[in-house]
């Protein structure tokens, strides 16, 4: 983490109640990017075929190539001390960790299509991969949140795929942003453009595919 970043992170949050930061630990354990990542792919698999074996499967290919692996490359890092942690904390750590995650989305959506898997899964893995990629930009130059871009996505895109009531879910996007603050690792602004991004461009792309069927 550089100068800017620690300063940023440090005079938004340095005054946060130490008795806040156990429930913003387990925040952002339970709702980090790649639990979500691991069951969104199942729910809207299941919307899409409504049969339980498929629905494993289909998730399972897409939670592995956007979830499973990548995570398995940044927790080798993290142990290597390649980086800072499982959440990669400094942003100049941020690099491999966003290449192999889009490398690794890009032949998960390769994999759906020669595979003719559903629509609405192939949608959802392009929509993710360009959130990565406008993420992995932004980051270059400021520390944007993942966490909640992806949790911001997933609103979208669980209320695209199953009802509009599902927005009220957008009540964990402000918990994970809250935790993401309380443990210093991003400003209030990062976490609210996070929310944004994600929302606007992984769940907002993702809307606009699941309708070109």
Known sequence: MNASDLNAVTSSTSTSPKNSRP???????VFAPWVIVLMLPLAVAWRATHAPIPTVLWGLLVALTSSIIPMGVIVWGART????????????GRLIPFLTLIVSSLGGVAALIIASAPWPLIALDISMLVTL?????????????????????????????YSP??????????????????????TSAQVTAGAVIGAAVGGGLYAVLVTQT
């Not at 429930?23 to 354990?29: H, I, M, N, Q």
């Not at 390649?82 to 904390?89: A, I, S, T």
Request: charged share 15%; net charge positive.
């Open 23 to 29: 429930l913003a630990r387990v925040l952002t354990e």
């Open 81 to 92: 001390k390649r980086w800072e942690g499982h959440h990669v904390r400094n942003r100049e």
């Open 133 to 161: 990629v406008v993420g992995g930009l932004i980051t270059i130059f400021w520390k944007i949140s993942m966490h909640t871009a992806v949790a911001g996505g997933t609103v979208i895109i669980l209320a695209a795929t």
């Open 165 to 186: 009531a599902l927005w009220v879910t957008a009540v964990v996007v402000a918990a994970v942003g809250w935790s993401r603050v309380v443990l210093n690792d991003h």
